[in-house]
């Protein structure tokens, strides 16, 4: 069966969150992705606060995980995330190298934010997410403190708030 590989670094780390829209996801390896590091960009109603995305920088390199998904989970994942075929969504997907923990170099995708002006700080919450996906993965807990130690705001309302997913093709009901 095809497979997409996805390198989580941000929400996606979080098993129950990559698990709601992608039940049968599975961590194949602990992974780096170097040349890049993590920034937060935008505003989220979900989550009240400004998303994460990868930003070139070749002094940096950001830890994650590497997901093996089927190709209509990766294309739910996408959806759920804003990807847009045309570039006009709030991601996009690019092919990304990673090197697992055992020096295993791989090409898997990465959403990174469109919109990428001025960095501004997450939802607490958010970050705390984030944060708590690494810790569950396993991932240097040096990258761990420094994720839970990032600048974050209070939500104005209690989060995640709950939205609509869209409406797929082909989906039942």
Sequence with gaps: MKQVLVFAYGLDLHPE???????SAKPLARASARGWRIGFFGHSR??????????????????????????????????ARGVKLNGTGRYFHTPIDVVTEDGLSLGAVALIKTERRAERPP?????????????????????????AALPA?????????????PIFAGSCC
């Design 123 to 147: 939802s607490r919450p958010y970050r705390d997410r984030i944060a708590e996906g690494a810790r569950l993965h396993g991932l240097d807990p040096d990258y761990i403190a420094a994720l």
């Design 46 to 79: 979900v989550w009240d606060g400004a998303e994460e995305s990868l930003i070139p920088d070749p002094d940096a390199h950001v830890p994650g995980v590497i997901y093996a998904l089927a190709p209509s989970e990766a294309e739910m994942l996408e959806a």
């Design 153 to 165: 705001t209070e939500p104005a309302y209690p989060v995640p708030m709950a939205i609509q997913l």
């Design 17 to 23: 969150e990559i698990g709601k829209l992608c039940p």
